[in-house]
């Protein structure tokens, strides 16, 4: 069965600290991972990621895949409490069936 | 539309109630998936739409679960004698086609709330 774990589940940071959220997966024929942003219902994409080792940047924001460990991280540097979210990582398993989702890491971010 | 729209935003309805929740999809997005959040939970499967093929039912809950999207637009999810678990957040997504797996161009609706008191 596909799974998503992501670590920690919840985190509260100070404004300026740097966050390192973690997503660990098992699936069948792994094509991609994709992290989303969801502040208050919808999430947002933020990054989708294929190969290993190639970091993909968006400002304060990157990410990067170890697909020989299985996992992904997503870094915020400078964080604003405007980052203050659940981060959503995801997989697509195999065949054309929808996303699998992880639980989330919710990270608050204090002033 | 711009986006995926949902409605309600918010629905309270009594156990034992049916309830009705809405999707618009983006116009030409051929792909309508279905997902209930749970408080400090992850996104759970529900249904899946897939141009005219027929819907992937995998993830639906219990028979008290149906969906259904007419003329390969709007959906529908309702829900028959509501239970207090089935209160969570219900998010739709549509994609368009195109990519090499659906799921890549995921847009998220703004959800529907559901309290079931």
């Known amino acids: 069965e596909d799974k998503v774990v992501q670590s920690p589940l919840s985190l509260v940071v100070h404004e300026g600290d740097t966050v390192t959220l973690n997503c660990s997966y098992e699936v069948t024929n792994f094509r991609s991972l994709l992290w989303y942003k969801q502040e208050k219902k919808a999430p947002t994409f933020l990054f989708m990621l294929t190969s290993s080792g190639i970091e993909k940047k968006s400002g304060r924001l990157s990410s990067i895949l170890d697909k020989k460990e299985l996992f992904s991280i997503l870094n915020i540097t400078a964080t604003q409490t405007g980052d203050s979210a659940v981060y959503l990582c995801?997989?697509?398993?195999?065949?054309?069936?929808?996303?699998?989702f992880g639980k989330g890491t919710r990270l608050s971010v204090i002033a | 539309g711009a986006g995926v729209s949902q409605s309600p935003s918010n629905k309270v309805t009594e156990k034992g109630k049916d309830v009705e929740l809405r999707c618009d999809p983006i116009s030409g997005h051929t792909a309508l998936y279905w997902y209930r959040q749970s408080l400090g939970q992850g996104l759970e499967f529900l249904i899946y739409f897939q141009g005219n093929s027929a819907p992937d039912k995998s993830g639906l809950p219990s028979d008290r679960f149906s969906a259904e999207r007419t003329g390969g637009s709007v959906s529908t999810l309702t829900i028959q004698r509501t239970q207090q678990e089935d209160s969570a957040v219900y998010l739709c997504?549509?994609?368009?086609?195109?990519?090499?797996?659906?799921?890549?161009?995921?847009?998220f609706g703004s959800g529907t709330r559901l309290t079931v008191v």
């Open positions: 997504a549509s994609s368009p086609p195109g990519y090499s797996h659906p799921a890549y161009g995921y847009t």
């Open positions: 995801a997989v697509p398993p195999s065949g054309n069936t929808p996303l699998v």
